[in-house]
């Protein structure tokens, strides 16, 4: 047979893990789900596009072209340039590294607090619970607009203060949804046997309600990379955002871009259609990957599994 | 207590508070155990039946420390559980395990079989490496189910084979006292008989101690030694096994077990069936005196003032009772 590893219990050749987790799921995701792969190809380009800005854009982010104010596309400028002179196209390929960490940094920190709340406020429940979604409520009663500013005036702009004002701000709010997967997912008599085997809190937290509650977790996540996106954007509209002449895709579309909408439209077209893109690949993706991650939608016909489930030779 | 004695319960009571408005004020409460006592001798079946709401599971579980609010006293080899620190409890769940009615629900759907057994095992620290993975393998074979299935997620189980591996990450920590809460009534009659097989099987290999709750009166009858009739929160009788059955002295204990079908025409047609009255009154207002007395044929006024206390009919019987009219 195929590998020829001997099973640690019977001796019978593992038919199943002939992949380590990572290789499984991937390999599950393109035969499985076309539509995720694509969603997931997406993001790795954001990644890739990110990380090798420098060397992909035809010209600095800052060059400016005398004479060459509000171009339209042709083969020097791609995509046109703005209303300074400067390249679009090399703009947007600087841009996604704002958007790249903007996009994961505040999904990532917004989904460490909610969850975190979540659980501790769904799962111990009563008095803690009280107080700790009091809270929140009087968190989520200001309009997000006027704290994002009341702390962007404190902290200063920058994107480290960007990604964490957002972060704490959707992680706040985010956390009711945690705490009521926690609620649902713990009334499951699961949770008891756990508890009366001997598992100790934390390890029930981790081990039986996490894992159960990772539907929502990622698809708040995925959801909230193209807000994330958005609220950068109208941040640096307002000034508290990234600071100029660093581009966003956020800033790009929500500033000059406007003012000459009818005279150079391409200066708001490609930076929200690469917005548009990043977003739905990365609601795409984590779509694909909340099901994948779910055993109960696991096997079945012309599905992967694997290789062939049948049953070994003893 | 008494040396071959492995659990001990002394007048538990477990109230579910009803609560109201936005205070969360306790309006009143679900008196599901309402002081019950009884022993379990070291190796012995203790049946526990009764109907729906009767607060059979609310028992198991109360031994089992699953619930905050309890009280009374639970001894488990002279241990008190109720006065142990929460570690401490957490260590003592080694000695006593729950095997639960639905095994459907029970398994955390997002493990494989083989993580749901060996749970146990990591959490008590039992067995590690090598040694884990053939106490996980042993598991299987011990509840008849093959050890490669060990990969599969409770979902491809059925409902047979996902109760074994419930039976199996209970017996995982050679725990010492089981409680089955009605372990087979979620399954097919023929599969029923299989676990309760197995059970068997396993209570005599391992020399373990059943808490054997369920509301199949034939179930019972079969695995256990005695048999402990609950009312709305009480015990009305609690005796040996044959001799319930031969000789039912409570009231309602006759009314359960001639509810029992007899596969036999002729003796199902002649033998007397009573028929009780009403439903099974609120255990938020459960009635004055004996909890039966609406719906029992004998009672007379003191059982409407007076609460039966459970009485051993002879010394030494161990026929317990609680019911004026039985002399």
């Not at chain 1, 694509?38 to 854009?57: E, K, M, N, S, T």
């Not at chain 2, 006592?37 to 526990?48: H, M, N, P």
């Not at chain 2, 808490?211 to 199949?216: G, K, T, V």
């Amino acid at each position: 047979m195929t590998e020829g590893t001997k099973d640690l219990y019977t001796g019978a050749l593992a038919v199943r893990k002939r992949h380590s987790f990572l290789a499984d799921l991937a390999i599950r995701c393109v035969k499985e789900k076309p539509l995720g792969t694509v969603g997931g190809v997406i993001v790795l380009l954001l990644l890739f596009i990110g990380i090798f800005a420098g060397w992909l854009a035809p010209y600095g982010y800052n060059e400016t072209f005398v004479g060459g104010k509000l171009e339209g596309m042709s083969s020097t400028f791609w995509m046109g340039t703005d209303n300074v002179g400067r390249d679009l196209l090399s703009r947007i390929i600087y841009g996604a590294r704002v958007s790249m960490f903007v996009g994961l940094g505040v999904p990532t920190i917004s989904m460490i607090i909610s969850t975190t709340i979540g659980l501790v406020s769904g799962f111990i429940g009563g008095k803690t619970d009280l107080i700790i979604q009091r809270f929140v409520d009087a968190w989520v009663c200001f309009p997000a607009l006027f704290i994002m500013l009341t702390f962007m005036a404190l902290v200063g702009s920058g994107m480290v203060q960007v990604i964490l004002v957002l972060g704490i701000m959707g992680g706040i709010g985010a956390s009711r949804l945690k705490r009521s997967a926690v609620l649902a997912v713990k009334m499951n008599l699961y949770v008891e046997a756990a508890k009366a085997i001997g598992c100790p809190t934390w390890s029930i937290l981790i081990r039986h309600i996490l894992p159960n509650i990772m539907a929502t977790v990622i698809i708040t996540f995925t959801m909230g990379m193209g807000g994330a996106i958005l609220a950068e954007a109208s941040l640096s509209f307002l000034g508290y955002g990234i600071p100029p002449p660093v581009p966003s895709w956020g800033g790009m579309l929500s500033g000059n871009a406007r003012r000459y909408m009818i005279q150079a439209p391409w200066m708001a077209i490609f930076p929200g259609l690469a917005l548009s893109i990043v977003v739905y690949g990365a609601n795409m993706f984590g779509d694909a990957l909340r099901d994948l991650l779910d055993p109960r939608l696991r096997g079945g016909i012309g599905r992967y599994s694997g290789g062939p489930r049948k049953r070994p030779d003893l | 207590m008494k040396d071959n004695h492995l659990i001990e319960i002394d007048q538990l009571f477990m109230y579910f508070p009803v609560t109201a408005g936005v205070l969360q004020r306790r309006v009143a409460d679900v008196k599901a155990v309402d002081g019950i006592s009884f022993y379990i001798k070291k190796g012995e079946t203790l049946g526990l039946v009764g109907e729906s709401g009767c607060g059979k599971t609310t028992t198991g579980r109360c031994i089992l420390q699953l619930y905050e609010g309890m009280k009374g006293t639970v001894r488990f080899e002279g241990v008190e559980l109720t006065k142990l620190k929460k570690e401490q409890m957490r260590r003592m769940r080694r000695n006593m395990q729950l095997i639960f009615q639905d095994p459907f629900a029970s398994l955390d759907p997002r493990m494989t079989a083989g993580q749901i057994i060996g749970e146990p095992l990591k959490v008590h620290g039992l067995a590690r490496g090598k040694e884990y993975k053939e106490q996980v393998a042993e598991l299987f074979r011990m509840v008849e189910l093959e050890p490669y299935m060990a990969d599969r997620y409770p979902h491809e189980f059925s409902g047979g084979q996902r109760q074994r591996i419930g039976i199996a990450r209970a017996l995982a920590v050679r725990p010492k006292f089981v409680v089955c809460d009605e372990p087979v009534s979620a399954l097919d009659v023929s599969i029923q008989a299989q676990i309760i097989i197995l059970l068997e099987k396993l209570r005599d290999e391992l020399g373990l101690t059943y808490l054997f709750i369920a509301h199949d009166l034939s179930v019972v009858r079969n695995i256990s030694d005695r048999v402990a009739v609950m009312y709305l929160g009480r015990i009305v009788e609690i005796t040996m096994a044959d001799e319930i059955y031969a000789n039912p002295l409570h009231p309602y204990t006759i009314a359960l077990l001639s509810a029992v079908p007899i596969p036999d025409p002729k003796v199902d047609r002649t033998r007397k069936r009573i028929i009780l009255k009403g439903d099974v009154p609120s255990p938020i207002f459960p009635p004055p005196g004996c909890r039966f007395n609406p719906r029992c044929y004998m009672a007379s006024d003191i059982c409407k003032q007076k609460q039966p206390e459970l009485r051993e009919l002879t010394p030494g019987s161990e026929h317990w009772v609680s019911c004026h009219m039985v002399k």
